[in-house]
């Protein structure tokens, strides 16, 4: 990995590079499927089940991450109810209570963003995406 590349960049102008090629990732691997909430097959987003803005630790975190439509990510702020329950039978129960351990535990400490992890994560989606 050339880590040089993005030797200028500030965490948040990482964060964005981060944030594009991860949403298009899911918006890719979810491509075809309904919305994880309503069910309607359109154009989809990355919805979030547990909010990248309060729960950073599963921000890049893709079983919390589903396609969902505007409708429901941006309207109805997630329309979470619908979306608890598809969640689980996507990913099991046991992958969703690990996804609500990571936040309950997130609760107890401060987060703080790498450059690193960041740049990483960068990388690994870009190479994700190419794949398909």
Request: glycine residues 6%; proline residues 2%.
């Amino acid at each position: 990995m050339n880590i040089k590349k993005y030797q200028g960049k500030t965490l948040s102008q990482l964060k964005a590079t981060a944030v594009r090629h991860f949403h298009k990732f899911i918006r890719e691997r979810d491509k075809g499927k309904p919305c994880v909430s309503c069910g309607k097959h359109t154009t989809l987003q990355a919805g979030h089940f547990y909010s990248a803005g309060n729960f950073p630790e599963t921000r890049f975190n893709e079983d919390n991450v589903h396609g969902q439509c505007k409708k429901c990510n941006y309207f109805l702020s997630g329309n979470l109810l619908p979306y608890r329950t598809e969640l689980i039978s996507r990913i099991g129960q046991d992958q969703f209570d690990q996804l609500e351990m990571i936040n309950q535990m997130s609760k107890r400490t401060r987060f703080k963003w790498d450059r690193f992890y960041l740049i990483e994560t960068i990388e690994k989606y870009k190479e994700k995406n190419k794949s398909k």
